[in-house]
C-alpha cells in the first residue's frame, strides 16, 4: 500500500479509538455491524488520552458528512510498533519507511517518556530494545 509516496504494509483489519461520540452506544454498535473492531485496550503505549492531543494527529479530509476521521502522526504510530511485542510490527520497523519518516529526536523523545508509562519494559520482547540496532541497519 502507498500513501503519501510511501511504501506501507496493508492490512485487512481497521483499527479504531472512538475519541467522542454523542451516542457511543449507538456507534459501537454500528462499528459492530461493519466487523469494525475497537483497539482500546489492546495498546498499552501510546496512552490513548495522547490520541486527543491535537498535535499529535491529523484529521483525514475524506468527505464524509457526520463523521471526522483522524490519523495519529507518523511518530505515533512508530511508538505503537516500537512498543509492541509482534513480530509484523517489528518487520513494518524494520522494512518500510515508518522510521525514516518520522522526526528521530522527536520519536526518541517519546520513547524515553513512553518506556516509563509502560508495565514492563525490561520485556525482552519489546521491539524498542531493536530500536537503535534498527536505526544503525536504515542508516537513520
Do not use: W
Not at 10 to 22: H, Y
Not at 113 to 119: I, N, P, Q
Not at 121 to 133: A, G, I, R, S, T
Amino acid at each position: 500500500m502507498t500513501a503519501q509516496n510511501q511504501l506501507f504494509r496493508a492490512t485487512r483489519d481497521i483499527d479504531v479509538e472512538v475519541l467522542t461520540s454523542d451516542n457511543e452506544q449507538l456507534f459501537m454498535s454500528l462499528l459492530k455491524d461493519l466487523n469494525i473492531h475497537v483497539v482500546g485496550g489492546v495498546m498499552e503505549v501510546p496512552p490513548s488520552e495522547d490520541f486527543r492531543i491535537e498535535e499529535h494527529r491529523f484529521e483525514l479530509d475524506a468527505g464524509f458528512s457526520n463523521i471526522r476521521v483522524y490519523v495519529p502522526e507518523i511518530e505515533m504510530l512508530a511508538c505503537a510498533k516500537i512498543f509492541s511485542t509482534r513480530e509484523k510490527d517489528l518487520i513494518d520497523l524494520k522494512e518500510t519507511t515508518i522510521l525514516d519518516n518520522c522526526d528521530k529526536g522527536k520519536l526518541l523523545r517519546m520513547v524515553e517518556e513512553y518506556r516509563g508509562y509502560h508495565t514492563y519494559p525490561e520485556n525482552p520482547d519489546l521491539n524498542v530494545h531493536q530500536l537503535f540496532h534498527i536505526f544503525s541497519e536504515k542508516r537513520i
